[in-house]
């Protein structure tokens, strides 16, 4: 992704936590987490784009 287009999501993701508040934002994350892990269906890249989020400083770029 472009850096614009990565800016673009991370605003879309933030708007929908905003959204579903007052649920938890952790709950929509994983729910997020877990229908991207499942369209990607690779269980070894998401292992590692876990650990990336892990070593990932905070921010819309995602430590890119």
């Known amino acids: 992704m472009t850096p614009d287009q990565t800016e673009s999501v991370y605003e879309a993701l933030a708007r929908a936590i905003d959204r579903a508040a007052p649920e938890p934002p952790e709950q929509v994350l994983a729910r ?19 650990e990336a989020a ?11």
């Open 32 to 50: 997020l987490c877990l229908l991207l892990a499942r369209a990607l269906d690779d269980p070894a890249q998401v292992d590692k784009a876990i």
């Open 54 to 64: 892990l070593r990932a400083p905070p921010g819309p770029d995602g430590g890119r």
